[in-house]
C-alpha cells in the first residue's frame, strides 16, 4: 500500500468525482430524513495543496485550481456551488486546504446523518481522525475504521436508515482492482439494492476499462449510469488520461447535471482545453 493520496488532491480526476459527490449529498439532503455515507476507501480526509506531496506533482493547479480561477456559466456555476464552497471556506485560514471524500462529507451532511470511513493504511488513518474526527461538526456522527473497504460493503450495508450513498473509490495500485470493483458493486447492490452507489476508475488502459463496463453491464443492475471525463487526448498505459464514475441509484436529476457540470469544466481540466464528457446510461430503469 504506497498510495498516497496527497500527491493526487484537487486534480481534475478529483473534481469530477467530488463534483458528482456533492450533487448526490445535495439531494439526498431534500428530505428530513437522515441517511448514511459509507466511504469505503477514505484516504487522509483533508490536504494541504502548498504541502511537499501536493506541491511535488502540482496536480491540483490543472484541477481545483482551474476552476476556482475560472468564471462558470449559469447553471453550471449553481450546480457546482455547495462543492466549490465547501473548498473556499477551507481556504478562509489563508492555507490553500482540499476537502478529501470525508471533509466534503462532513460539510455537506446534516447533524442527523452518519458517515462511516474506511481507511487501511496506519499513517493516513491516523491523518483522517485527527482532521475530520476532531471537527466538532463530526461528533457523535462519524466513525473511521481500520477495515478493508471491500469487506465493510458486507458488513456495513444495509444501513440502518436505509437511505444513504455508498462511494468506492480504491487506489488501482494492485492488478485486479477492476474485478473487486465489480465484485463490490455486486455485493454492496445485494444488501442495498435501493442505495446510491457511486465508484470511481481510472481510464488508463482502454482494454482494461472496456472490459470493466461490460462486467458492470452485464451485472444488470436496474438504473446504471456512467461518466466519464477525458482530459488529455494522449494516452499511454502509465498516465492517466481520463476518469469515470459508475453510479447506480443516481438521483433522477443527475444526469442532467452532471451533463451541464463537465461539459462546463472539462475544457478547464483538459492539458489541451479539449476535454470531453461523457454520461450515459449502461442499464436503464428496470
Ligand atoms: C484514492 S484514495 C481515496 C481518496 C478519497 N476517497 C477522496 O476522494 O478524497 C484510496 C485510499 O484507499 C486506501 N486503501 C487502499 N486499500 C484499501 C482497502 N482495502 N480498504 C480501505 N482502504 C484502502 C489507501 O490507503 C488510500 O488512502
Known amino acids: 500500500m504506497n498510495y498516497r493520496h496527497a500527491f493526487h488532491a484537487g486534480n481534475p480526476a478529483d473534481v469530477m468525482k467530488h463534483a458528482a459527490l456533492a450533487r448526490v449529498l445535495a439531494y439526498l439532503g431534500r428530505k428530513d430524513t437522515p441517511y448514511r455515507v459509507l466511504d469505503t476507501h477514505a484516504g487522509a480526509g483533508l490536504y494541504d495543496l502548498d504541502g511537499a506531496s501536493a506541491q511535488r506533482t502540482g496536480e491540483a493547479e490543472a484541477g481545483i485550481e482551474a476552476v476556482l480561477a475560472a468564471t462558470l456559466p449559469d447553471p453550471a456555476a449553481a450546480l457546482l456551488a455547495p462543492y466549490l464552497d465547501a473548498v473556499r471556506a477551507l481556504r478562509s485560514s489563508g492555507r490553500r486546504l482540499y476537502p478529501g471524500s470525508p ?15 474506511c481507511e487501511l493504511h496506519k499513517d493516513e488513518r491516523a491523518k483522517l481522525e485527527k482532521r475530520i474526527g476532531a471537527d466538532p461538526r463530526a461528533k457523535g456522527r462519524v466513525k473511521v475504521l481500520a477495515q478493508d473497504g471491500w469487506q465493510a ?49 481510472p481510464i488508463k488502459d ?46 433522477f436529476t443527475l444526469a442532467d447535471e452532471l ?9 478547464l481540466l483538459a492539458r489541451d482545453g479539449k476535454g470531453r464528457a461523457r454520461v450515459g446510461w449502461l442499464t436503464a430503469a428496470g
Open 103 to 117: 471533509a466534503l462529507a462532513l460539510a455537506l451532511t446534516r447533524p442527523q446523518d452518519q458517515l462511516l470511513l
Open 206 to 251: 482502454l482494454r482494461a476499462v472496456d472490459a470493466f463496463r461490460r462486467d458492470v453491464a452485464r451485472l444488470g443492475l436496474p438504473k446504471t449510469l456512467k461518466v466519464e471525463l477525458d482530459f488529455a487526448t494522449v494516452r499511454s498505459l502509465d498516465t492517466l488520461s481520463g476518469s469515470g464514475l459508475i453510479i447506480v441509484n443516481p438521483p
Open 259 to 267: 451533463k451541464t457540470i463537465l461539459n462546463a469544466i472539462a475544457p
Open 153 to 201: 460493503l458486507s458488513a456495513h450495508l444495509p444501513p440502518r436508515e436505509r437511505r444513504g450513498l455508498v462511494l468506492v473509490d480504491p487506489p488501482f495500485e494492485e492488478p485486479g482492482e477492476f474485478q473487486r470493483m465489480v465484485a463490490g458493486l455486486e455485493a454492496a447492490h445485494r444488501r442495498f439494492a435501493t442505495g446510491i452507489l457511486m465508484l470511481w476508475y
